[in-house]
């Protein structure tokens, strides 16, 4: 079941989308070199209650923090603890929050200092991919546009697509149907409708594309041990264009995208 929003429902999500955006724009600040990956969430569920809001990934399925924090050859879920973040890596922060009763979720991959030029293409790629698959994300088109814009432009980067993980439908639950892979055929899958609200989140890997889950259950990593970079936006279908619904503003400026 795809669940069409209305308006209203729109501006509420962008309302906890927000949130979320600010809360990565007040970690920007202090993700350096020395800093522990639980640190950081301490501060995001902290700017998250004080503006209002619920962490939207403490307790889902179990996760035991406001944070998924994946540092270099994590790909996503990586769990925050007393890790140190050292000049060089990057570090994927993916966060969630309820406002209202709506899910707002995003995701952004930083460089801690300064990374190889490899990896800053990578990241590069990855963010870049987000938008080409965003601009496929309009009413009329399917599911496997926005994949299928994704998997094309990074693997003529010579990246690799997880296919293990997808983004997702998103509304009063984190998770809704349809599920959005980052790779595909334009064409395939669910038609996609004014009102309904993804989750787009290319997990885009240097080397292989396969991936292995830790032990703990959640912490999943390149199965090579190569980075990966991951970026995501929520946004809402529309005719034409979708609409963003996320930012990344409060990291980069308003300048860029
Ligand atoms: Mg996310
Ligand atoms: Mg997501």
């Known amino acids: 079941m795809i669940y069409l929003k209305t308006d209203e429902e729109i501006e509420l999500m962008r309302v906890s989308n927000l949130l979320v955006g600010k809360t990565l724009g007040e ?14 969430d301490k501060i995001a569920e902290e700017f998250i209650r004080d503006n209002g809001g619920v962490p939207g990934f ?11 924090v994946s540092v270099n050859e994590t790909v996503v879920h990586g769990i925050p603890s007393s890790q140190t973040l050292r000049e060089g890596d990057i570090v994927s ?11 707002g979720d995003s995701a952004y991959t930083f460089a801690v200092g300064e990374v190889d030029e490899k990896v800053k293409h990578l ?6 991919s987000l938008y080409l698959g965003i601009e ?12 299928n814009a994704i998997q094309d ?13 997808t983004g997702h439908g998103i509304g009063k639950k984190l998770h809704e149907e349809p599920a ?6 334009r064409g395939v899958g669910a038609l996609l409708k004014s009102g309904m609200c993804i989750a787009i989140e290319p997990m885009i890997n240097m080397g292989s594309r396969n991936i292995v889950i830790e032990s703990d259950g ?13 970026f995501e936006h929520t946004v809402a279908i529309r005719k034409g264009k979708a609409d963003i619904l996320s930012s990344f503003e409060f990291i980069e400026g308003e300048s860029k995208q």
């Open 218 to 230: 959640w912490t999943c990593r390149t199965k090579d041990r190569k980075p990966s970079a991951h």
């Open 27 to 40: 970690l920007s600040k202090w993700i350096a070199p020395g800093i522990t990956t639980l640190k950081l």
């Open 153 to 165: 432009y990074c693997e003529h980067q010579g990246f690799t697509v997880v296919r293990e993980m």
């Open 136 to 147: 496929q994300a309009i009413e009329g088109n399917r599911i496997g546009h926005i994949g």
């Open 180 to 185: 959005v892979p980052n790779y595909g055929r």
């Open 58 to 68: 403490l307790g889902y399925g179990g996760f035991p923090a406001t944070l998924c």
């Open 93 to 103: 922060i993916d966060c969630g929050a309820v406002v209202n009763g709506y899910n």
């Open 123 to 128: 990241l590069e790629v990855t963010k870049a």
